[in-house]
Structures are given as structure tokens and as C-alpha cells.
């Protein structure tokens, strides 16, 4: 045996494997009680390939689970947001696969909309089809001023997705959603901004550090509140009659919980409240 050789041919075939970055992965950051999880495809300007999709559902679900994490931001390496799905791996797709396809997605959609931790986008570059819709999903959207938000989904001969159709007409209203959709038109953060598709705008490469920020604000309230916040906006519109429901139901239960008596006693004895999230 050629041990010489041996161990070339194994060093040259861990040479050749794809490394996370090359297939699309998602990177985890802590700051204190925010994590903040990175897109990284690069050099498909974080194109949502089917590993970077597998490894952001496994990250965001590991972050949801851990009570020592208050707030997520979303954001992109390179930077990009989302450049939206990754059209090379929609080769060969059939009806019956595509839909099958699209309900693993929708894994995705869940754990950011019906979670019951604040998620924010920081977007800097492309937010573009998919990529568009993730940013609309999350609670808080933070964008560069010069970002670029698109929904070209017509422009391969596909409907917006990742609940796209859900999340940008509760933003935007039906018909500024009908003409991004119907025309694909790229709009930058500002316009973003004016049409309520983004909630705060910041100069280009601030994004992130902006989101960090405003995560860092909202830990520092009760997370039992915030949840209910999350989870009572997530489901309007609602009839007055169904809202007074949900008030009467979670202000009981919030009025029963630890950080409720904190909150109380720190305001009366005029400092900051320490919520434990119980």
C-alpha cells in the first residue's frame, strides 16, 4: 500500500467537498440576549439554495428554544439580503415535487411568524423575490437606504411565495402589493420606507448594526408581553369583538406572571425593570 499516495487522493477529495459557503449556509452570532443569523451564499448573493434554506429552519429553531435569547435579527453576508430563491436547483421540477417543495418552505414562514420572539430583517443590498417576502414576514424591518427591494417572481413565470402574498398586502395595502407584483419594479430603502415595507431606514452598511440596536431595546421589556404582542398582530385583521377577546384572555394571563410584578415594582421604585421572562 502507497500510504504516500493514500493520503494525497484523501486530501484532495476533502479539498473538493463543498465547504458551507459554496452550497449556502447560515452563520450564528451572539450579542448579548440578540442572535443574529447570517445568509451566507455569497457568490449567489444569498440565494435561498436548498442547504442555506435547511441550515437557517435548523439555526432559527435552536435560537427559538433558547431562553437566553430575547431578540433575532436576520440578515445576509456579502452585502446582500436574499438575491430570492436559487433558480439552479429548480432543474427538472415537477408539479407534484414543486408543492412538496414549497411546504418544506413554508417550515421557514412559521417559525418567523409565529414564534413568540421579535424577528428583524437588516437589509443591506438585494432583498429580491423571495428574499423580499422573508424581509416582509419578520416583525421589524431595518433597511439601508440604498437596499433593493424587488418581487420579480412573474419575470420566471411564478407567484410570490414564503408568504409573500400574506406579509407584503399587510404592509403595503393591496394595491402598492398588486404593482410591485404585477410589475416587478425595484424600489430602494426609502421608497421602502414610505410604502411601510420597511420600518426604519439607516445609512448603507448600518443596517445591521441599527437592527442589533433596536434588539437590544426591545430585550430589555418582558418577553412573556412581547410574545402575546406577536401572537395577537399575527392573526389581522381581526373584528373588534374578536381584539377585546384576545385583550381579555392575555391581559388575565399577563396580569398572574413574575415579570408583571416586576414591572410594577420598578416603576414605583423608579428603576429599570430586570425581566427574567416568567
Known amino acids: 500500500m502507497d500510504s504516500k499516495k493514500d493520503l494525497n487522493n484523501i ?118 423575490g423571495a428574499g423580499m417576502c422573508i424581509a416582509a414576514d419578520c416583525d421589524i424591518v431595518v433597511s439601508a437606504a440604498d437596499a433593493k427591494f424587488s418581487c420579480t417572481f412573474n419575470k420566471i413565470g411564478l407567484l410570490p411565495d414564503l408568504g409573500g402574498l400574506w406579509s407584503i398586502p399587510l404592509r403595503v395595502g393591496i394595491g402598492q402589493a398588486k404593482k410591485l407584483m404585477f410589475t416587478g419594479r425595484m424600489i430602494d430603502g426609502n421608497q421602502a420606507l414610505a410604502l411601510g415595507l420597511a420600518d426604519e431606514v439607516c445609512e448603507s452598511g448600518k443596517a445591521l448594526e441599527t437592527a442589533v440596536a433596536m434588539g437590544h431595546e426591545i430585550a430589555r421589556v418582558s418577553p412573556i408581553s412581547n410574545g402575546m404582542v406577536k401572537a395577537a398582530l399575527s392573526q389581522a385583521p381581526l373584528s373588534l369583538e374578536d381584539v377585546l377577546a384576545t385583550e381579555v384572555n392575555g391581559q388575565g394571563l399577563l396580569y398572574g406572571t413574575e415579570d408583571f410584578q416586576e414591572g410594577k415594582k420598578a416603576f414605583f421604585e423608579k428603576r429599570p425593570p430586570q425581566f427574567k421572562g416568567n
Open 11 to 128: 486530501m484532495n477529495a476533502a479539498s473538493q467537498t463543498p465547504s458551507g459557503a459554496d452550497i449556502g449556509e447560515t452563520l450564528v452570532e451572539r450579542d448579548g440576549p440578540v442572535t443574529i443569523l447570517k445568509l451566507n451564499y455569497p457568490k449567489r448573493r444569498n440565494a435561498l439554495s436548498l442547504p442555506l434554506r435547511a441550515s437557517l429552519i435548523d439555526a432559527l429553531t435552536a435560537a427559538l428554544a433558547d431562553d437566553t435569547c430575547r431578540v433575532i435579527v436576520l440578515t445576509g453576508e456579502g452585502g446582500h439580503f436574499c438575491s430570492g430563491g436559487d433558480i439552479s436547483s429548480f432543474e427538472g421540477i415537477t408539479p407534484a415535487a414543486g408543492r412538496s417543495r414549497m411546504r418544506r418552505a413554508h417550515g421557514l414562514i412559521r417559525l418567523i411568524t409565529q414564534s413568540d420572539k421579535p424577528v428583524i430583517a437588516a437589509v443591506e443590498g438585494h432583498a429580491a
